[in-house]
């Protein structure tokens, strides 16, 4: 049986924004706001400090999944799970990157494929560099969802490559 | 009878974050017996060391993507072995679709566990597990096996 192709949609945007809210409030007990979902066409660039991202691969399509957080909201994230007395230092929060944004795909894959998305595991990796930015240079549409924690926003990337990258 | 603070508990998973955060879940439970193994190989090392020497874990949790060896590989690794019959072996995973879940209940886990969890959660199924072990080492037979 073929596979549902995905849409950058504002279903996808729910799961999202779902997944999101719901790893980083069950990890760290801490309360997370989702802001707006923009839709644009062509290359992006996402600022932060720590970057995670995972591969979206299905029949129709691939894509990507990207979580784009500074360092300074990962330092007040972390001591909630760590303890106030370790210091948080790029390697423990490349660590928690790669988590959060595992957790994060685990939850939309879920959701994807309850849909008959037909999703496939992706390998996590993280990109690193104090004010990054991280540019998609590809012609297809792409989504960005920004969250809130406090006053300190986050950003989620998505980008498909493929038959629905234009629905 | 195993009460909840004597239990050894080893937790196999290449995040730091998330021992850690195992480990603050079994401390609110007054576990403190608590080890933690970066990667596949050097949990089979820990779960063998221990049993050699006399002081078994009684819980093991372990994370599915490792390096060097998955934590399903190592769950079927000590399946296969029927001296650690009453260990438990937890599988921690982001992964909850029904499939994965069921290769990891043939594979002989005692439990399931997707991440993320909350610490009330994972508290929960710690008392699960725990009179898993005690009907374990009662009788022989089990939850899943």
């Known amino acids: 049986m073929s596979c549902t192709p995905i849409l950058l949609d504002d279903k996808l945007a729910s799961d999202i924004k779902r997944a999101v809210i719901n790893a980083i409030k069950e990890t760290f007990n801490v309360p997370v706001e989702a802001g707006k979902v923009e839709y644009g066409q062509g290359a992006a660039s996402l600022g932060g400090d720590m970057s995670g991202t995972i591969g979206i691969v299905q029949e129709h399509l691939d894509g990507t ?25 790029y390697e423990i929060a490349v660590d928690a990157v790669a ?24 390998v996590p990796c993280v990109v690193t560099g104090n004010n990054n930015f991280v540019s998609h240079f590809h012609r297809g549409r792409y989504m960005i969802v920004s969250f809130y924690i406090g006053e300190k926003m986050f950003q989620t990337y998505v980008t498909l490559h493929g038959d629905a990258a234009s629905g | 009878m195993n009460q909840l603070n004597t239990l050894k508990i080893l937790i196999a998973d290449d995040h ?27 949990a089979i ?86 009179e898993w072990l005690k009907r374990k080492r009662r009788v022989s037979g089990g939850m899943f096996g």
């Open chain 2, 16 to 42: 730091f974050l998330i021992r850690q955060f195992v480990t603050n879940a079994l401390m609110e439970l007054k576990i403190e017996n608590v080890q933690g193994a970066n990667d596949g190989n050097e």
């Open chain 1, 99 to 122: 988590e959060i944004t595992n957790m994060v795909f685990g939850q939309v894959k879920t959701e994807l494929n309850q849909r008959n998305h037909k999703v496939k595991l992706g």
């Open chain 2, 45 to 130: 090392d820990m779960i063998q060391r221990a049993k050699q020497e006399g002081a078994p874990y009684d819980v093991v949790f372990l994370d599915w993507n490792m390096p060097t060896i998955l934590g399903i590989e190592v769950l079927s690794y000590f399946r296969a072995k029927p001296e650690y019959a009453d260990t438990a072996f937890v599988m921690l995973t982001a992964e909850s679709e029904q499939q994965n879940i069921m290769k990891a209940i043939k594979a002989g886990a005692t439990s399931y566990i997707v991440k993320p969890v909350s610490a009330p959660d994972l508290g929960k199924k710690i008392f699960e597990i725990n």
């Open chain 1, 65 to 89: 999944l990207m979580l784009c957080m500074g360092f300074d909201i990962l330092s007040e994230i972390l001591p909630h799970v760590l303890g106030k007395n370790i210091k948080i230092t």
